[in-house]
C-alpha cells in the first residue's frame, strides 16, 4: 500500500501565499504522475495540477500563474507552492499519487492523501 502525508495548509490572508507538501511512502516501486486536488465545501473535487515523473505539469485554469507544484523523485513527495491566494481557492487539498507498487506482484493504483485544509480569509 502507499501512504501519502499531507503538511502545509492553514489559515492565510487573501494576497498572501502557502506551501503544501505531500510525502508518499510505503511498498513503492514507482510513482507515476503526483497531482494536488480539492474540494470546497457543496462542490465536488477538482484537479488544481499534477506532474508527472518527467517533471511535466499541468493546472486548472483558475490557479495558473499563481500555484507552482513541484516534485522530489528521490524523496517520493510533491509540492504546491500557491500564492496570490484569493477566498475562492478556500478548500480542503488533497494529494493524490499513480503509483506502482509490490505486494506479491506488482499493483498499480491511485491513492489519496488524508486532505489539508486551506483558509483563505481576512
Known amino acids: 500500500q502507499v501512504q501519502l502525508v499531507e503538511s502545509g495548509g492553514g489559515l492565510v490572508q487573501p494576497g498572501g501565499s502557502l506551501r503544501l507538501s505531500c510525502a508518499a511512502s510505503?511498498?513503492?516501486?514507482?510513482?507515476?504522475?503526483m497531482g494536488w486536488y480539492r474540494q470546497a465545501p457543496g462542490k465536488q473535487r477538482e484537479l488544481v495540477a499534477v506532474?508527472?515523473?518527467?517533471?511535466?505539469?499541468n493546472y486548472a485554469d483558475s490557479v495558473k500563474g499563481r500555484f507552482n507544484i513541484s516534485r522530489d523523485n528521490t524523496k517520493n513527495t510533491v509540492y504546491l507552492q500557491m500564492g496570490s491566494l484569493k477566498p475562492d481557492d478556500t478548500a480542503v487539498y488533497y494529494c493524490?499519487?499513480?503509483?506502482?507498487?509490490?505486494?506479491?506482484?506488482?499493483?498499480?493504483?491511485?491513492?489519496w492523501g488524508q486532505g489539508t485544509q486551506v483558509t483563505v480569509s481576512s
Open positions: 510505503g511498498s513503492i516501486f514507482s510513482i507515476y504522475a
Open positions: 506532474i508527472t515523473s518527467g517533471g511535466r505539469s
Open positions: 493524490n499519487a499513480d503509483a506502482l507498487i509490490l505486494n506479491g506482484g506488482f499493483e498499480r493504483g491511485a491513492y
